[in-house]
């Protein structure tokens, strides 16, 4: 797969979600980074009528493309311990045969187990993804190759639908931020690119971009 190939690994997935969730406004650019070995990384907010925002990081060189989004639901709802759960997405390409694909239902809520019926739950146990621990039972976390990448999109579909009735259901106008801070601490200590953001883009900046923006409401 050349560079242009898989600088678009991920392109039906983010027209998935955009498609799912049409009324997205994109904001302007919140970074446009170059750092080693030609990694190029962008970073940008969206927001809806129904969500505080989602924000995207695509990080990307010759051989590999990283993307990270998360949705963050507007708060206030009648079931679900109060508020809706996040939808994230964590999709690692490294190199053509080491590829991760994790979806899933982010609870703000600790220790909350979520679980929406009909979809599958999981059967084994996760390095930085624990059920229950503002994830969910029905956390998908799948290993394939660059090229099996989109046979995986009909499950990251059908996630979607379900969490667009969770979102059309409640129809949550709320912002109180104050109800993501506990989540974001997490995220921030779980971090698992930490090292590599680091290694491409410098302590400094790599810093600011989890802090500051990937995890904003940690403070």
């Not at 939808?87 to 929406?116: A, C, N, R, T, W």
């Not at 979102?167 to 709320?174: L, M, N, R, Y």
Request: aromatic share 16%; hydrophobic share 35%; proline share 5%.
């Amino acid at each position: 797969m050349d560079m242009v190939g898989v600088k678009d690994l991920w392109k039906n997935y983010k027209e998935a979600v955009w498609e799912t969730f049409p009324g997205f406004e994109e904001q302007p650019m919140w970074a446009e980074w170059e750092g080693k070995d030609g990694t190029k990384l962008t970073a940008r907010t969206r927001t809806h009528d129904s969500f505080i925002k989602s924000r995207e990081v695509d990080i990307w060189d010759e051989k590999s493309n990283i993307y990270n989004n998360v949705l963050y639901p507007k708060t206030g709802a009648n079931g679900w311990a109060g508020n809706l759960p996040c939808f994230g997405m964590d999709l690692m390409g490294f190199f053509q045969k080491k590829v991760i694909i994790v979806f899933d239902f982010q609870h703000p809520v600790e220790h909350y187990l979520m679980s929406v019926p009909g979809l599958p739950v999981a059967t084994e146990e996760y390095r930085f993804f624990e059920a229950g621990n503002h994830f969910s039972e029905n956390i998908q976390v799948i290993k394939c190759t660059m090229d099996e990448v989109d046979d995986h999109i009909p499950m990251f579909k059908k996630y979607l639908n379900e969490y667009k009735k969770l979102i059309d259901w409640e129809t949550p106008d709320g912002e109180d931020l104050e109800a993501y801070r506990r989540f974001d601490e997490y995220m921030t200590e779980l971090d698992p690119v930490a090292g590599y953001l680091k290694s491409k883009f410098g302590e400094e900046k790599a810093e600011k971009l989890v802090k500051d923006f990937l995890f904003c409401y940690n403070k």
